[in-house]
């Protein structure tokens, strides 16, 4: 079945680049989705990325994909203390029914 | 314009007793889903619905869980005889149709005691 990794810690410094790692399974997979999550709230979308595509930019953001190794990556530039968060890697499943989500990355940012 | 809402925000239960969570999705969007989310862990789906229809309830756990969508907008979780391992972050998500972006609510926090 579909699964998703990521590594669980990353700890930067204020104005450095966070790099966000993720390895998916599903390689029929359409899209693959960015998540934000901050103490007790829900998910934020940060970012999506299709699936014929290598790179996308947007502001701060940028979304790498590797689809024969399927790698997926995150870059944040510039990282503020404000960054600080989990953030959820996510494919969909084969029916496009539900996301499938690895265990998220706890970004901290210090200053 | 609204988001999708999730009501209560925190529900705290008696080990045994029945709960409803309430989702209202984003106004227009035919798709709704149910996640349930774990310290700690990623979010886990629960069930889909498209349209009054559970087009998809692969993730429920048991048959003490239960959502219905009678109207094709709001939806509830219904969890009977809640045991403390249902204690969780329970999220809503909506999309426009089938396989669209899902945008999720602020969660309903669950603790069983």
């Known amino acids: 079945g579909e699964d998703v990794e990521q590594s669980l810690f990353l700890s930067v410094r204020e104005g450095d680049s966070s790099v966000i790692n993720c390895t998916y399974t599903?390689?029929?997979?359409?899209?693959l989705y960015w998540y934000k999550q901050e103490p007790g709230a829900g998910l934020q979308l940060l970012t999506y990325?299709?699936?014929?595509?290598d790179m996308k930019q947007d502001q701060r953001l940028t979304v790498l994909l590797n689809k024969k190794d399927k790698h997926l990556s995150l870059r944040i530039a510039d990282t503020q203390t404000g960054d600080s968060a989990i953030y959820f890697c996510?494919?969909?499943?084969?029916?496009?029914?539900?996301?499938?989500f690895g265990k998220g990355t706890t970004l901290s940012v210090s200053s | 314009g609204a988001g999708v809402s999730q009501t209560p925000s925190n529900k705290v239960t008696e080990k045994g007793k029945y709960v409803e969570l309430r989702c209202d999705p984003i106004?227009?969007?035919?798709?709704l889903y149910w996640y349930r989310q774990s310290l700690g862990q990623g979010p886990e789906f629960l069930i889909y619905?498209?349209?009054?229809?559970?087009?998809?309830d692969s993730g429920l756990p048991n048959d003490r869980f239960f959502a219905v969508r009678p109207e094709g907008s709001v939806s509830t979780l219904k969890i009977q005889r809640t045991e403390r391992g249902d204690s969780a972050m329970y999220l809503c998500?909506?999309?426009?149709?089938?396989?669209?972006?899902?945008?999720f609510g602020p969660g309903t926090r669950l603790t069983v005691l």
């Open positions: 996510a494919e969909a499943n084969q029916a496009g029914t539900a996301l499938i």
């Open positions: 106004s227009g969007h035919t798709a």
């Open positions: 619905f498209q349209g009054t229809g559970a087009a998809d």
């Open positions: 998500a909506s999309s426009p149709g089938l396989a669209d972006t899902q945008y």
């Open positions: 599903d390689s029929s997979s359409t899209y």
């Open positions: 990325i299709f699936s014929n595509m």
